[in-house]
């Protein structure tokens, strides 16, 4: 996908965007209009047009998209680096299926750009762990990947 600018996820992107994955999000700071950054990972893509990601309803980021909506998603998959920039919109503000108090945002794609230097390629892809309770956490993510799926 070098140098090509696509106007939706294409099905690799599609793809990785199918489960729970490390994603960074750039915002622009609704105060200090400075660029901000942060990682998350309840992130779905229920098509090629729209991505959908939850956050805590009392975030910065919140407060952040209401001000300026535009955003960029970054994220490390296939060999690669991927941009997908786009409008953002806090589509729900609570989740209702979730014991926590999560907001679901909603992007819809305008652009995504291969971004990897040239001459490289991501030959280990970003992994964590929870540290938390296992099968708290284990519970906690289907319950929010489901509400995201349905929504």
């Known amino acids: 996908m070098a140098n090509q600018v696509e106007k939706g996820l294409t099905d690799d992107l599609f793809t990785l965007l199918q489960k729970e994955r490390y994603v960074t999000l750039s ?16 992130v779905f893509a229920p098509n090629k047009e729209f991505v959908r990601f939850a956050i805590d ?21 296939n060999e690669s680096t991927y ?9 729900i503000e609570k989740l209702d299926e979730v014991p926590l108090k999560l907001a679901m945002i909603e992007v819809r794609v305008e652009e995504v750009r291969d971004v990897m230097f040239y001459g490289a390629k991501i030959i280990t892809e970003p992994s ?15 319950q929010v990947m489901d509400a995201l799926k349905k929504a």
């Open 83 to 91: 941009s997908i920039a786009g409008e953002a919109l806090v589509a």
């Open 57 to 77: 309803n009392r975030s910065r980021i919140v407060e952040n998209i209401k001000a300026n909506p535009g955003v960029v998603l970054t994220l490390i998959g």
């Open 27 to 42: 915002t622009v700071d609704f105060e200090k209009k400075t660029p901000n950054v942060n990682a998350i990972s309840w």
């Open 128 to 142: 964590y762990d929870k540290t938390y309770d296992a099968q708290a956490a284990a519970k906690l993510d289907r």
